[in-house]
């Protein structure tokens, strides 16, 4: 039997799975280095369901003047010991970078009253660590302000995108991802993805309090890369 016979076949370079903030800004940076077919394929909606749009965007940033030193160990100190501090230290040292590339695709973040320095507050739990206030775009604010205007610049870009589709899993054969398999939630068509490249950006797995936005926290993402071979690791 062909795959086209199981079910439609798409063969984009590199795959995304998730329209959230992880999986957009992937699309984004291979369509940058060159990438030329990038599809972000998402079980809701791309940008709009993900846990981030729910958020009030505030976030951290490590801006020039703070002491990254006393930033790290607040947050170890906050996390227990149990984070991957090389991590920590890598993701503030890259924060600055990250602020300016969201700027950039025309993200406002609030100032102080008649100054150029941005408006913050302190992160709560985490000591000197202080986060920005929430952004806007357009007429969005916070959380869906962010993810909107991530959404604008991936399709700017030309990154396509597959919506209501939700992957169950991912097809591995020798010790070698080949793509994804999954269904349409509506229709209920069969689809087969065969790509060069895959990254897994979706299906947070986490408390599940009584909040909105929860109820995409299935962890899917992880069982299947659990079955295809992937370690994890901070569970």
């Given amino acids: 039997m062909n795959i086209d016979e199981i079910g439609r076949l798409v063969e984009p370079d590199l795959l995304v799975l998730g329209g959230g903030l992880g999986g957009l800004f992937a699309a ?27 958020a009030g965007g505030y976030t951290i940033f490590l801006l020039p003047g703070d002491d990254p030193e006393s930033w790290l160990k607040a947050f170890f100190k906050g996390q227990q010991g149990l984070c991957y501090q ?22 406002v973040y609030p100032r102080e009253p008649n100054s150029d320095q941005y408006a ?24 869906p302000a962010v993810t909107m205007a991530l959404r604008n610049a991936a399709q700017r870009l030309g990154v396509k995108f597959l919506e ?11 010790n070698r991802l080949l793509g994804a398999v999954g269904c349409h939630r509506r229709t209920g068509e069969f689809y087969v993805f065969k790509c060069r490249a895959l990254v897994l950006a979706a299906g947070d797995c986490s408390f599940r309090g009584n909040y909105a936005g929860v109820a995409q926290m299935t962890g899917d993402t992880f069982s299947m890369a659990y079955r295809a071979g992937a370690d994890l690791a901070n569970m």
């Fill in 120 to 143: 913050r507050m302190p992160s709560r739990g985490l000591g000197p660590v202080k986060m920005c206030l929430p952004p806007t775009f357009k007429n969005f604010e916070g959380g």
């Fill in 28 to 54: 984004i940076r291979a369509r940058e280095m060159g990438v030329e077919d990038v599809l972000v394929v998402d079980k809701a909606a791309v940008g709009f369901t993900n846990r981030f749009h729910f």
């Fill in 164 to 174: 209501k589709v939700f992957i169950n899993d991912l097809v591995v054969e020798d």
């Fill in 86 to 107: 090389d991590k920590i230290e890598s993701l503030l040292a890259q924060s600055h970078e990250r602020l300016k590339e969201l700027e950039n695709i025309g993200l």
